[in-house]
């Protein structure tokens, strides 16, 4: 069960970089950005979050936890947004919270 909140996602673990604000409350995407830079993911990664908190209006601060994508897919990709997941839980003292893509693919398919 998701607590309300807001809630940072990362996920740099394929060839795209996808990072979205997610309210909880309302389970709705406030704001997202999609980008297939194929490698330099961690050159655009924090122009994305920097887009997508201010296209939300929610700051790094007032996030309620911070989601990253943990694979399967590229080692160095998945320890990209890892790291910078982990260096804003630390700044915001909220949770990170890892996330397979497996996991959230079976999550949208019908039963």
Same mark, same amino acid.
């Given at each position: ?8 996602? +990362?996920?740099? &673990?394929? /060839? !795209? @970089?996808?990072? !979205?604000? #997610?309210?909880?409350?309302?389970? =709705?995407? +406030?704001? /997202? &950005? ?8 961690? /050159?655009?990664? #924090?122009?994305?979050? #920097?887009?997508?908190?201010?296209? &939300?209006?929610? /700051? +790094?601060?007032?996030? @309620?936890?911070? !989601? ?6 590229? #080692? ?5 947004? =890892? ?5 804003l839980a630390l700044a915001a003292a909220r949770p990170v919270v890892g996330i397979s893509s497996l996991e959230t693919i079976a999550a949208g398919a019908d039963a």
């Amino acid at each position: 069960m998701i607590q309300a909140g807001t809630i940072l996602a +990362l996920d740099t &673990s394929m /060839e !795209a @970089s996808s990072v !979205a604000v #997610f309210d909880c409350a309302r389970s =709705l995407v +406030l704001a /997202e &950005s999609y980008r297939v830079p194929g490698r330099g993911h961690a /050159e655009i990664l #924090f122009d994305q979050i #920097f887009e997508v908190t201010r296209a &939300s209006g929610v /700051e +790094l601060k007032a996030m @309620s936890r911070f !989601a990253v994508c943990t694979g399967p897919g590229n #080692f160095t990709g998945v320890r990209i947004a =890892l790291a910078a997941a982990r260096g804003l839980a630390l700044a915001a003292a909220r949770p990170v919270v890892g996330i397979s893509s497996l996991e959230t693919i079976a999550a949208g398919a019908d039963a």
